[in-house]
């Protein structure tokens, strides 16, 4: 396993990391994702992912008890907080009052004093910035969190971030976690190259959208039974033809390298430097092995330049 620094930090994360999205607390059986879990941190993974509003706080408690059994200082974990936690009209967004008790509430679920990375799960229109912000600063001041983190936020909103941090003296954030895969690539417009100049690095998720760059759908009509995708519409309507048909010409370069499908879309993500790690979803041990052998892949030019014609 490869490691890259994070933002402006000088914390390290592993190239792959593991997150608990639609996959632990509900979607995938206990022992499986127990499994998952152990399996990575024995590859090297030292980085997971995790959020409040991950099945009510159920892939928290699994994480949580599954970790313990790791010395704390051995790995890095995040947790976010914007969703809507309950019914009630400060059971979301980013005010003091709940992102305090959402922090709080994060650690309890935990086990933990504190987390590494606490992430704006969104931006919040109806919060002024410097009162998020400030709820973070003293979250870390207190030792509860170490790093400050967005996730989905816009070049803009982060340029406000940064601008509203230095003013006012507080923790700038270090790393944004947005979508990023070969057929979403809209923050290599304007997010990345504000990442690059300002100490943000990017720890994507959905860098294989959804299992479709891992080659396993093959007809819009034939779904996998059992497959997210047949449960789930918006997943499901993400699956196309015309993306099926690129995938197949990409798994001739994966051929060609001796790599998976899967391999060969984590080495393209984690060609760009401003991005630290991949958060990858395993509902098996044997996913986590597959995807733990992208890092450190050097993709040619060439094979760049080939991917980027298919894309196209």
Known sequence: MNYRKLGGSGLKVSEISLGSWLTYGGYVERENAVKAIEKAYELGV????????????????????????????????ATKAFWPMGDGPNDRGLSRKHVMEQANASLKRLGLEYVDIFYCHRYDQETPLHETLRA??????????????????????????????????????????????????YIEKEVIPYGEKNGISQVVFCPLA????????????????????????????????EKLAKVRALSDIAAELEITMAQLSLAWILRQPNVASAIVGASRPEQVVENVGASGVK??????ARIETILA
């Open 210 to 241: 959804q299992g479709l760059l891992t080659g396993k759908y093959t007809s819009v009509a034939n779904l996998p039974e059992g497959s997210r995708a047949t449960k789930l519409d918006w997943m499901r309507n993400g699956i196309t033809e």
């Open 299 to 304: 993709l040619s030019e060439e094979v760049v």
């Open 46 to 77: 030292n980085f997971f992912d995790t959020a409040n509003v991950y099945e009510r706080g159920a892939a928290e408690i699994l994480l949580g008890e599954t970790i313990k059994q790791f010395p704390r200082e051995s790995y890095v974990l």
């Open 136 to 185: 973070i600063d003293d979250l870390i001041r207190s030792g509860k969190v170490l790093y400050a983190g967005v996730s989905e936020w816009t070049a803009s909103q982060m340029a406000d971030a940064l601008g509203t941090a230095d003013r006012y003296l507080l923790d700038r954030i270090v790393v944004s976690q947005p979508e990023y895969n070969m057929f979403n690539r």
